[in-house]
């Protein structure tokens, strides 16, 4: 069942937001009192009317339900939603000075003038608040929204029944517990420093390991979530996205006609992984696909739109060449894919190790160590050979103290290479 998350442009979108915070705070929990903030069966209040006010909504395309959103502010002139119940002058207080104890000649990390943002009005639908996977790809959404508005604080007025959550992500109490009578819930004053939030949501945000279509165009882009199974589009579709794999396990296949049975049948070119880049070419023509792409496990993608594309590069010229390099770079690897399904079992599941190891994130414990949640049997799909083989070669490298794993995860203590399968 696939779910789209993208921010909320159309005046359709927008009402499926107010209308989603009605059905999930008044109707499936009870809360909100008769206030001004309700319009027919509607939540709207004054911070839906400001500039830089970003809702993020997630349709279930199966029925075009939306069934979550979420709503971004950035600091203005009448403070953020969260102020209208907690009084945070004392923080914001502290932050500045924080800011102002140092030169900005040798300000350390994080003392830069704060910027606060806030997250407010979460509403999911009851039978979808199980699902962890639509759940954490709307925080990763929202939190690349927040990067892009320059955001290094967060505050929020957070209900007692998610606090967990959000201590979870890196938030702190400023206060009590308070009931809110116009809300009818009891609320706590949080913050949290926004590199905590990118942290916990994208993992290990470095130089080197910055996901390129998340961080720097969250905002402009959707996400997509298919279960395993799905198609995300079939060979000779006509199709204007390209996808970048950001979680899961893609395979492109084709279509090959059998002379001696007269039958056609499904050939898999390749398996991809994170962060792999597909059906690039719609980008730039109208030709048909080339290939199929079916998610083999639950995925998660980055749809790259052409119009947006376009849009970017028009506001933003300089951004041609990066754009580019990126392209280039995830093409080549993704050749290099297609090539591998073809080499010896050994090289095969090598390759695929090589590419967990780089989309892993680190072990916060140990950096050292990288770890990826997947196990035998999804490599053994990437690579296409059996489980037992992928077995056999790990439990080689696991006796040679390269890694350890388990059913649902490998646990890297070195940068696996081609060298491996020769020591």
Avoid at 84 to 102: G, P, T, V
Avoid at 402 to 409: F, N, P, T, V, W
Wanted: glycine fraction near 6%; charge should be negative; proline fraction near 4%.
């Amino acid at each position: 069942m696939a779910v789209r998350l993208k921010v909320a442009r159309t005046a359709r979108e927008l009402d499926d937001v107010f209308k989603l915070r009605y059905e999930v705070y008044v109707r499936e929990r009870g809360k909100f009192s008769p206030s001004d903030d309700e319009i027919g069966d509607r939540i709207i209040d004054q911070f839906d009317a400001i500039p830089d006010t970003i809702n993020i909504i997630a349709y279930n395309e199966e029925n075009d339900q939306a069934i979550a959103c979420m709503r971004i502010n950035k600091d203005s002139e009448i403070g953020l939603p969260a102020e209208k119940h907690f009084d945070f002058s004392a923080a914001r207080n502290e932050l500045e000075q924080r800011r102002n104890h140092f030169s900005s000649d040798i300000a350390p990390k994080g003392t830069k003038k704060p910027t606060l943002v806030s997250g407010s009005m979460l509403a999911i639908r009851q039978e979808w608040r199980n699902r962890r996977n639509v759940i954490f790809a709307l925080f990763k959404t929202v939190a690349g929204v927040m990067h892009s508005m320059g955001a290094t604080h967060v505050i929020g007025a957070i209900s007692a029944e998610t606090s967990s959550l959000y201590g979870r992500m890196g938030f702190s109490m400023l206060g009590e517990p308070r009931w809110i009578e116009s809300v009818g819930d009891e609320l706590t004053p949080m913050l949290a420093p926004f590199d905590k939030v990118l942290t916990w949501a994208y993992g290990d945000i470095s130089e080197d390991n910055i996901p390129f279509w998340l961080i720097n165009y969250s905002f402009r882009f959707e996400r997509l979530l298919l279960s395993a199974g799905e198609v995300l589009f079939y060979e000779d579709d006509r199709g204007k996205d390209a996808y970048a794999i950001d979680d899961g396990w893609i395979a492109i296949s084709r279509k090959t006609y059998d002379r001696e049975s007269g039958k056609s049948q499904e050939i898999v070119l390749a398996n991809l992984p994170r962060p792999s880049l597909l059906g690039e070419l719609a980008l730039f023509d109208d030709e048909p696909r080339a290939a199929t792409a079916t998610a083999i496990t639950n995925a998660e993608l980055i749809v790259i739109g052409r119009k947006q594309l376009y849009s970017i590069l028009q506001d933003n010229p300089d951004k041609m060449k990066d754009i580019i390099c990126h392209f280039t770079r995830r093409v080549r690897e993704t050749g290099d894919m297609v090539i591998q399904a073809h080499a010896p079992h050994a090289v095969r599941v090598d390759f695929a190790l090589n590419k967990l190891w780089h989309a892993a994130p680190p072990d916060r414990k140990n950096p050292d160590t990288r770890i990826a949640k997947v196990g035998p049997a999804q490599i053994a799909l990437s690579a296409r050979v059996l489980e037992d083989d992928v077995v056999n070669i790990l439990d080689t490298y696991r006796e040679e103290g390269l890694l350890e794993y388990g059913r649902k995860s490998i646990r890297f203590f070195r940068m696996p290479s081609a060298e491996w399968s020769e020591e």
